[in-house]
């Protein structure tokens, strides 16, 4: 189902499929959803909530798996993943695509006033804190304290916002 406020600007050229399993996309007033960003509901049954006043930047793919609740004022660079799900692969005598889905590592969470840097990877289980900023090129599996400043593979903290 999708629930998109007439105040949201969603570019004509941006992908939004509604899901045909009952997964929920819910797209809050002064969202700003650019050209080419691609939100699909797969692998799973969670759903996708993106909050006031964020802003999806071109290229942005968000797969909706054990869900992804977007924050309030939230950056999203381009080119990013978000990938809440994961193929099981553990029986060697059967293909991936046949053994399904991991079960979940809880989704995704993005806090408010959260900066995530152009071609970023977040993964299931990841928690994004409070005013956190994210470099470019990162991949997100876990939680990101609030407020703190992130960067490269693995994730390191570099410092903290003041």
């Known amino acids: ?13 941006a992908d939004i499929e509604d899901s045909i399993r009952g ?3 819910s797209i809050a007033p002064g969202v700003v959803i650019d050209s080419f960003v691609k939100i699909k509901p797969v692998g799973g049954m969670g759903d996708i909530e993106i909050g006031e006043n964020s802003f999806i930047n071109s290229g942005v793919v968000i797969y909706s ?14 080119n990013c ?26 989704g995704i969470f993005v806090g408010d006033d959260v900066w995530i840097g152009a071609n970023c990877v977040v ?19 876990g939680t990101l304290e609030d ?16």
């Not at 189902?1 to 050229?13: E, N, V, W």
């Not at 407020?147 to 003041?162: A, D, M, N, S, T």
């Open 1 to 13: 189902m999708l629930i998109i406020s007439p105040q949201a600007k969603i570019s004509p050229l």
């Open 65 to 78: 798996g054990n869900g992804v609740k977007i924050g309030c004022d939230v950056l999203i660079a381009a």
């Open 123 to 141: 993964l299931d289980g990841a928690h994004i804190g409070t005013g956190t900023v994210i470099g470019a090129h990162s991949i997100v599996s």
């Open 23 to 25: 997964s929920r996309i």
């Open 147 to 162: 407020y703190g400043v992130y960067y490269g593979h693995p994730l390191r903290l570099k410092e903290y916002r003041k």
């Open 81 to 106: 993943t978000f990938a809440p799900v994961n193929h099981e692969y553990h029986v060697r005598n059967q293909k991936i695509v046949d053994q399904r889905f991991m079960p979940s590592r809880g």
